[in-house]
């Protein structure tokens, strides 16, 4: 299975605006929530590995850098028992986020969400059901210890019987430097792996967007990372208390060899040139 990083793009059907747009009349935010993001998987996934795992509803959630909130605010709008936290560091994101409540959540919903800025390292909040990590914001983490130090204060932020989900990404792709372009709706979404260092495992990552008219916003998102295996991260998930670790993989469609949106847990997978992954740590 191929894919672009950061999305979860496969069989999913996006909501688009459509139309002619230039760099100094787009909003980053809004173009990395529509080139990114799919709430309305994400929710999907969420409940599917609780029905797998747990047998029971899913309720509470929490978003580690959260970022729009986007994975949020769908998760309260999906089910007037669902409450969701949401955790981020970056003042502008977050305001830009709260700018945008009015517009897509009624009162209700909107009271069963709570945005908060925060270091998910040591911000407290009530315990959840279920904890995201996604878009691969902890690679940000790139000293194991640090890692470590973070899976134990989810596990800690997490009920009895919770779990902890996050996504990463591979393949031998993820591995070289090149550029990789989408075409959108009215712009064209570019994923910039600018540098790797095989003896440290870091990456340097940059979104870009291009526009029909020439226009161009470079690097309007950077991503200095770690880039962390699944036997890594397993091991990691284990070492900070965890109980078990499941991995979800996605099947292929056996006519393209892309993903075909069915995920199931998985004790191997394909060893394919670029690959998407949810990882279950089980408290």
């Known amino acids: 299975m191929s894919s672009t990083k950061p999305r ?165 792709d993820s591995f070289v430097e090149m550029e990789e372009a989408r075409d959108l709706d009215g712009f064209t979404y570019v994923w910039d792996q600018d540098s790797y260092d095989p003896v440290t495992g870091d990456v340097v990552n940059h979104i870009h967007f291009h526009f029909p008219d020439g226009t161009k916003i470079q690097k309007a998102f950077t991503y200095e990372w770690r880039l962390w295996t699944i036997p890594e991260i397993r091991e990691m998930l284990l070492e900070a208390g965890f109980s078990d670790v499941k991995v979800y993989w996605e099947g292929t469609e056996e006519d393209t060899g892309e993903g075909n949106g069915e995920w199931a847990a998985v004790e191997s997978g394909e060893a394919c040139e670029g690959w998407i992954a949810y990882i279950v740590g089980v408290r």
């Open 8 to 172: 979860h793009e496969s069989a999913r059907t996006r909501k688009r605006k459509q139309g002619w747009r230039t760099a100094d009349g787009s909003d980053i935010h809004e173009l990395y929530e529509l080139s990114v993001q799919d709430p309305d998987n994400e929710v999907s996934i969420i409940k599917q590995i609780w029905e797998e795992q747990r047998g029971r509803p899913c309720q509470s959630i929490r978003e580690d850098f959260c970022g729009t909130a986007a994975v949020a605010m769908r998760w309260v709008a999906d089910d007037p028992s669902h409450t969701a936290v949401c955790i981020d560091l970056d003042d502008d994101v977050l305001a830009w986020a709260r700018a945008r409540l009015p517009e897509r959540l009624d009162e209700s919903q909107a009271g069963r969400l709570s945005i908060i800025k925060g270091d998910v390292l040591s911000t407290p909040t009530d315990s959840v059901d279920c904890l995201l990590a996604h878009n691969f914001s902890y690679y940000i983490f790139k000293d194991r210890k640090r890692v470590i130090e973070y899976f134990q204060t989810a596990r800690q932020g997490l009920v009895e019987d919770g779990l902890f989900i996050l996504d990463c990404y591979g393949g031998s």
